[in-house]
């Protein structure tokens, strides 16, 4: 009859004392990360970021969208325009386009709507001194 092996005993201990100490100092940290996680997470949730809040502005949102938009589609499409002669319709068109790219057709429309900046020459001294009233001399 063979003799019984001791060696399968002994592995049987090593995970057993393995098992044990991952049932006691590892699980109980275990435990305690994740106490503290869901700790975090119920801060947040209450505090931080509370869903409830924000679907209650998220729908306030939707309903203020819903009952303005109509009205402010309709200020956005009012006809502002009042010029009668070509050149200031066409500057008034210009500026009304909502381009930001058409600067120099802005230019233009303005210098065809008001003619060229006169340079400082062109008024008499006196003039340039009535207009501007803070300036010394």
Not at 76 to 105: C, G, M, R, Y
Request: include cysteine; charged fraction near 10%; proline fraction near 5%.
């Amino acid at each position: 009859m063979p003799q019984p092996a001791d060696a399968q005993s002994g592995i049987l201990s090593g995970i057993q004392a393995i098992l044990s100490a991952i049932n006691g100092m590892i699980q109980t940290a275990l435990t305690s990360i994740n106490m503290s996680r869901t700790a975090v997470n119920n801060l947040q949730q209450i505090v931080a970021w509370p869903q409830g809040l924000i679907n209650q502005a998220k729908a306030q949102v939707t309903q203020m969208i819903g009952q303005y938009r109509t009205r402010m589609s309709n200020l956005f499409h009012v006809n502002l325009n009042s010029a009668t002669l070509p050149n200031p319709q066409a500057f008034e068109a210009v500026i009304q386009d909502h381009k930001v790219s058409n600067f120099s057709s802005l230019t233009r429309a303005c210098g065809n709507t008001y003619g060229l900046i006169p340079v400082s020459t062109a008024a008499n001294p006196t003039d340039r001194a009535m207009s501007d009233m803070d300036a010394t001399t």
